[in-house]
């Protein structure tokens, strides 16, 4: 099922992500930095990093949500993705609890504000991975012509040998690369 949101042929919503998962997840490593070597500008940094963290998130959060809605219902996909996003909600609501109570000190962070992160930053981790089962197992946002000759997503150049879909100014190889074709290939060896 291909992405509903696209950038130069790809979806935005996994370009987006990297930033609050990468900004978010830091900023716990910098909250143990801190207090571990009792030094505040670790848990400083870590504030700004929550602030920009937050604000990626809402930013992946609109593509993620366009996307979701044009999963079909009564689906294995649409029942991963609903846990994905309401987890991503509840990870976002726990940092911004943390930061709200950082906002007044960011260098000295009350005890609440870094279980808040992470009990975020634990829930992102499986949120990640329901991401990644989204994509990886169940094929959510990944070109309907994926395959190991498909051209570039930047043109529309056809592959030798490829049949166009109705509708597609792009033309595939027949079929796409799937991993049963590849442990049938694999296995004959």
Known sequence: ?????????????????????????????????????????????????VSAGIIGGLLAAVPGALDWWAI??????????????????????????????????????????????????????????LGGELVNRLGVGVDDGASLDAPSSLTAQPVRGAGRQAGDRRAYPSTAYSGIERRAVGSAR
């Not at 979806?11 to 070597?37: A, R």
Request: aromatic content about 8%; cysteine-free; overall charge positive.
């Open 72 to 129: 079909p219902r009564g689906t294995r996909a649409k029942r991963i993705g609903l846990l994905h996003g309401v987890g991503n909600v509840v990870v976002l609501a726990l940092f911004i609890v943390s930061w709200l109570l950082r906002r007044e000190v960011p260098a000295a962070p009350p005890t609440g504000a870094i279980v808040a992160a992470l009990i975020g930053l634990a829930i992102a981790l499986g949120t990640a991975w």
């Open 1 to 49: 099922m291909e992405s509903k949101v696209k950038l130069a042929g790809h979806p935005v919503h996994p370009m987006l992500i990297v930033f609050p998962l990468g900004l978010l997840s830091t900023s716990v490593v910098f909250d143990i930095i801190g207090l571990i070597t009792h030094e505040a500008r670790w848990t400083e940094v870590s504030y700004y990093m």
